[in-house]
């Protein structure tokens, strides 16, 4: 069977603009819509899309196709947002976020060993995010905050006393305080090279504690302590009771020379006294002047 290849070319180089144009509605329209289609679809499978949540901001690190360097969009990206397949995005939380710290052994002025747990509040600055992705990367917690803040508590562990900071607020205060006004000048002097957008907010200290062999030692020490003030507080009331008895005999002895009594008659005299003050004793009649008086008791 021959095919008149002749005529088919003739057929096709036929179709031109005036057929098109010649169309009815519908066909015209079809056309260009499968054409747009088609054009999406394959958008689609090479953009994608950036739709940071309500408490995230987006920075975009942009490469180039063939040539040139990658670089941070100056502006950051707060709602749903069409990027070119080279670009990438980043999300940060710019809501206050609670950063939580753990210490193990750390040595007070008197090298006590204490575990310290403590956390800060830090907040990044809406709308500086682009500046923080490219003056100080991805990992700008990791490779800047944490490392100095370790550092600062691990110096400032090291001057106080550790029964201040397991139990004086007054201490604890200022020692929080301390860190935190260290924290914003380290952050306000890389902003002076670089914008470091990011707020320290509070820095608190949870909870001080020896380890378990310290603790055990201090619980010793402590009943140590305990033992000797009890002790000195017995040799107080010892050395009180004394200078109590050596008053009273030399006021005795006062009494007596002052009434000129003899030793027996000043022990007979506190012998009644004696007498008199016993529970259910009575003296009714006393006679006699000299060396032995003689009295009745009645009971």
Known sequence: MKINSKHSVEQYSNFNLKDFFDMNSPKKILIPAVLVGFLCIASLAFFSF??????QEAALKMKPIFFGSTRVADEPVNSITLIAPTTTAVYFNILPQKMQFQFDDLLSNDNT???VNMYMIIQVKKGQT????????????????????????????????PFDL???????????DRIKQS????????????????????????????????LEE???????????????????????RAKAERN?????????????????QFIQLRAWDV??????????VLFGGGETPMWNIRR
């Open 218 to 240: 201090m619980n010793k020490t402590a009943a140590s302590i305990q033992a000797k003030q009890t002790q000195e507080k017995r040799a107080e009331m010892e050395l009180a």
């Open 248 to 264: 009273k005999a030399v006021a005795d002895k006062a009494y007596m020379t002052e009434l000129n009594l003899s030793p027996s």
């Open 130 to 161: 682009p500046d923080l992705l490219r003056n100080y990367g991805e990992n700008w917690f990791e490779n800047f905050i944490e490392p100095y803040f370790r550092n600062k508590v691990r110096e400032y562990v090291s001057s106080c006393s």
């Open 183 to 214: 924290m914003r000048q380290y952050v306000a002097s890389l902003s002076r090279k670089a914008n470091f957008p990011i707020d320290i907010q509070q820095v608190i200290t949870d909870r001080v504690m020896p380890n378990k062999e310290q």
């Open 50 to 55: 950036v739709n940071p949540s309500y408490d």
């Open 166 to 176: 397991m139990s004086n607020r007054e201490v604890l205060a200022k020692f929080d």
């Open 113 to 115: 060993p204490l575990d």
């Open 275 to 284: 007498i008199e003050k016993k529970n259910g004793a009575n003296i009714d």
